[in-house]
T-cell receptor, first 115, second 118 residues
């Protein structure tokens, strides 16, 4: 089955700096890698995702890079703002019968952006 | 679009009672829904996969008789915590799977249900 490892567990940056969170996965057949943001007491929200046929995807201040050979993908947040403070989860799918993929989540990274 | 409604948002119950949590996909059909459990400051732990019209698939270590899942329609899955005990206190989150852009299966999460068992 899929195993997803996420680092660091906590990350503290100054407003305006960049933040990078890295994840590794074990199943070379995995082909879809989403990132979720969870604010305190709220549901996880999908912020960006990438498929295995591309190496990078960008959406304003957020980007995700994928290295299939090394089986790792990273979340990059530039020009961080205090509202970026949250817990971020990476995930990778594990195939199961029925044609759908279930997501296995990393342990999460608690990002704190200080004004 | 792609809204998942989960109720109740919080519930307090006495030890030994059963609690039912509902998860509804409001504007799309979801043949597959997932139930996660999240302890404070921890990750989402997949409990089971809920399949419309068939039995749920439970992850290793999750008691199927303890956590009953029913997925009777394309828009509703329910999780019943039977004979709840304090150790069952947790944040339970459902998610519904839909087809996103490019054919990827995208998960949309419910708001979660915080269960406290006294």
């Amino acid at each position: 089955g899929e195993n997803v490892e996420q680092h660091p567990s906590t990350l503290s940056v100054q407003e305006g700096d960049s933040a990078v969170i890295k994840c590794t996965y074990s199943d070379s057949a995995s082909n879809y890698f989403p990132w979720y943001k969870q604010e305190l007491g709220k549901r996880p929200q999908l912020i960006i995702d990438i498929r295995s046929n591309v190496g990078e995807k960008k959406d304003q201040r957020i980007a995700v890079t994928l290295n299939k050979t090394a089986k790792h993908f990273s979340l990059h947040i530039t020009e961080t703002q205090p509202e970026d403070s949250a817990v971020y989860f990476c995930a990778a799918p594990q195939p199961f019968s029925g044609g759908y993929n279930k997501l296995i989540f990393g342990a999460g990274t608690r990002l704190a952006v200080h004004p | 679009g792609a809204v998942v409604s989960q109720h109740p948002s919080w519930v307090i119950c006495k030890s030994g009672t059963s609690v039912k949590i509902e998860c509804r996909s409001l504007d799309f059909q979801a043949t597959t829904m997932f139930w996660y459990r999240q302890f404070p400051k921890q990750s989402l732990m997949l409990m089971a996969t809920s399949n419309e019209g068939s039995k749920a698939t439970y992850e290793q270590g999750v008691e199927k008789d303890k956590f009953l899942i029913n997925h009777a329609s394309l828009t509703l899955s329910t999780l019943t915590v039977t004979s709840a005990h304090p150790e069952d206190s947790s944040f339970y989150i459902c998610s519904a799977q839909r087809q996103g852009a490019g054919g990827a299966n995208v998960l949309t999460f419910g708001a979660g249900s915080r269960l406290t068992v006294l």
